[in-house]
């Protein structure tokens, strides 16, 4: 005979519970329903984990450039040899000549090697599409030629490429806490990626100028070895970071920060100071109100100006200079762009998104103003990229690329020394011809 078992509590039951106390109470009550208990703890537990998660989450903010090779690329040689794709997706199939354009441009920010996914194009699952460097009938093909090309020129030339030593004057300051806190209070129209659209906004202006750049973490305090640091969005942040920001310009530093910068803590509770808090005295600014802009211009005090887009602060100055103001009938008052000179440092401050057509005359006036050399109108700029460095043999390497599908020229600034690609000599002021996404590079 098979027997069941009641679980469901009689009167005489519920007698005996009321009976009990402490301990032998709960033990009764497990008894009974430790199956619905579990269960309901389990449910708990996924629903608190899911929010967690969401409440967590952060976007990658390191990725690799495909042809505009910079941000990605700076951050990722710190960490690796380097990666590309070959014939990557449908879409990303290079034209002549860009796949070596690529290869050297990883070199040219540090890297020692560049390394092909996949080697041949897979012939099932959902990477079916992500080409190799052969393809699906393993032939030898136009992409496989260019990277033996590749192979064959570091094979000759490849002592005098690797180990580029860099020492960029310039830095950019990652922060995946801010990247977090803006995926929950975004702009308005760039949603999850509005740190990446703000770091890049920045770090793609500072490459078009062809000014070098180093990428370092927020876990750092000490930015003494750069004279000039770039801070996009920095929305959360301690106290201790933003101290060391505030040194780092009171002991000769020259700080860029942008809007939504020391605005929120480590967990993301917006600080109930004046904003920026703890920044104020070294930006020389203060507010209270911000918006979304629609149709308002910025105009500078030199008659530029440029259209504004998700996000506007109603900045006040206090000992910072306005630079830009809003043209806007009711806002005009407020500041956009302001500098402000700090004990032994200085600092810019942009209070808006802007567009770029405003945004690199504003950086190249800033960094020429405070020291850094080499910038015009008549250096060169993107589509010509030039990066610098010094090799294990104590020489100097100057790359230049075209990232273009038209023949440019570009003047070597550099020492007379030699083409490696060409064994040409190149003398000092040279008038150097770069084919469609070709490229040169000088030792000297």
Avoid at 124 to 149: C, M, Q
Wanted: a negative charge; hydrophobic letters at 40%; glycine letters at 8%.
């Amino acid at each position: 005979m098979q027997y069941t078992r009641n679980t469901t509590m009689t009167k005489t039951d519920r007698d005996t519970l009321r009976s009990l106390h402490g301990r032998k109470k709960w033990e009764h009550i497990w008894a009974y329903y430790k199956l619905p208990i579990a269960i309901v703890l389990i449910v708990v537990y996924i629903l608190g984990y899911a929010a967690y998660r969401h409440v967590t989450k952060k976007e990658d903010v390191l990725y690799l450039g495909l042809v505009n090779i910079t941000a990605g690329s700076d951050l990722t040689e710190q960490l690796t040899t380097g990666f590309a794709e070959a014939q990557g997706l449908t879409p990303w199939l290079p034209y002549p000549g860009q796949l070596r354009l690529q290869a050297y441009s990883h070199l040219a920010n540090g890297s020692n090697s560049v390394m092909y996914w996949h080697w041949h194009s897979i012939h099932n699952a959902i990477e079916s599409y992500w080409k190799g460097v052969l393809s699906h009938d393993f032939s030898e093909n136009a992409t496989y030629r260019e990277a033996s090309e590749i192979g064959a020129e570091w094979k000759r030339i490849g002592t005098h490429l690797m180990n580029l030593k860099k020492e960029n004057r310039v830095a950019v300051l990652l922060d995946n806490l801010s990247l977090a806190g803006l995926r929950q209070f975004p702009l308005e129209t760039t949603g999850d990626h509005s740190y990446n659209a703000v770091m890049r906004w920045l770090a793609d202006a500072l490459y078009r100028r062809n000014i070098e750049f180093d990428m370092v973490s927020s876990g750092e305090r000490d930015f003494s070895a750069y004279d000039f640091l770039v801070v996009p969005a920095l929305y959360a942040a301690s106290d201790d970071l933003l101290g060391a920001l505030d040194r780092y310009v009171a002991e000769g530093g020259h700080l860029i920060a942008t809007f939504r910068t020391g605005f929120a803590d480590e967990q993301l509770k917006i600080h109930s100071d004046t904003q920026p808090h703890l920044l104020g005295r070294c930006l020389g600014i203060h507010y209270d109100q911000f918006t979304y802009p629609k149709n308002v211009r910025i105009a500078t005090t030199d008659g530029r100006s440029a259209l504004t887009h998700d996000w506007m602060e109603l900045v006040t100055c206090d000992t910072a200079t306005p630079l830009a103001h809003y043209d806007h009938p009711f806002w005009g008052s407020y500041a956009a762009v302001t500098e402000n000179a700090y004990q032994k440092g200085s600092a810019l401050y942009l209070g808006a998104f802007f567009d770029d057509e405003l945004l690199e005359p504003l950086l190249v006036s800033y960094l020429s103003k405070h020291g850094y050399e080499g910038l015009s109108e008549d250096t060169p700029q993107f589509p010509l990229i030039v990066k610098r460095g010094t090799n294990d043999f104590g020489k100097n390497l100057c790359y230049y690329f075209n990232y273009s599908g038209e023949p440019r020229t570009v003047i070597h600034t550099g020492n007379a020394g030699t083409d490696l690609l060409t064994d040409t000599p190149v003398a000092a002021g040279a008038v150097l011809t770069l084919a469609p996404w070709g490229l040169a590079v000088v030792e000297s």
